[in-house]
């Protein structure tokens, strides 16, 4: 398990949408060092759809790790011997609203938050890259996007999907320009966000011409700005 406190927000792609690439993934892997690393899929936000979980082993298990997963609409395990087992956790994309009421019934909210201050890296994709943050933007509910609260390891807002949505950048956008939001951490599909020690920011790139960036205004024009890259390609 690492000592430093990890979390890796994708923006979009990986094993969901590319089973058996795992570019992303061995990334996650690496920040373990650990050489065969415990990881956990958890696919709370599709409703433990089974087609996610078997792209989620065809990419696993072809990398040097012991990769599981937690369903909470079967019989569930116990969460606390779960979770603290795991090197890294993978939360997939979906509902984040409907995923974090779960999550927070059962308790596992302050679990993950009790491993993350432990070492145990935290990575997901879309739902499970907002769910980090003090807030994140989603369709999970209604026609619009719209900010909600999540668990608050990281302060600030998250956006997934920022380049591959539509509604995406103008919905960012208005809300920087009318001040209700002072900023927002935007991450592309094919690019990952990867915060360490809560602090260090760093735009990890899986995809060709993909970024993650800081988005605020000055003098009513929108300023994006590039974190520094690591680039997988």
């Known amino acids: 398990m690492s000592k430093d406190r990890n979390i890796i927000a994708i923006g979009g792609g990986g094993f969901g949408r590319n089973p058996g690439e795992g570019v992303i993934e061995e990334y996650i892997l690496k920040q ?22 078997v792209n989620y082993y065809a990419t696993f298990s072809k990398l040097n790790c012991n990769p599981s997963h937690l369903d909470f609409f079967k019989r569930t395990p116990d969460l ?8 890294a956790i993978f939360v997939g994309g979906g509902n984040t609203k409907s995923m974090l009421a779960v ?6 909210d302050k679990i993950l ?7 145990v890296v935290m990575s997901g994709v879309s739902a499970g890259a907002i769910c980090w943050f003090q807030n994140g933007i989603t369709d999970s509910w209604g026609s619009n996007l719209k900010v909600m609260p999540c668990m608050n390891f990281i302060k600030g807002t998250c956006c997934p999907h920022y380049d591959e949505e539509p509604e995406r950048k103008p919905t960012v956008k208005k809300l920087i320009l009318s001040k209700k939001l002072k900023n927002v951490l935007a991450v592309d599909g094919g690019a990952a966000l990867h915060i360490k020690n809560d ?35």
């Open 32 to 53: 373990t060092k650990k050489k065969i690393p415990d990881i956990c899929f958890i696919p709370t936000a599709t409703g433990d759809n089974e087609a996610y979980k």
């Open 80 to 87: 606390k011997k779960l979770i603290f087992n795991q090197d």
């Open 103 to 108: 999550w927070k019934e059962w308790g596992l």
């Open 113 to 119: 938050k009790k491993a993350y201050k432990e070492g």
């Open 199 to 233: 602090t260090q920011f760093k735009s990890v790139i899986f995809k060709k011409d993909k970024g993650s960036y800081e988005v605020t205004s000055e003098k009513g024009n929108l300023i994006e700005k590039s974190f520094k890259e690591i680039a997988l390609l």
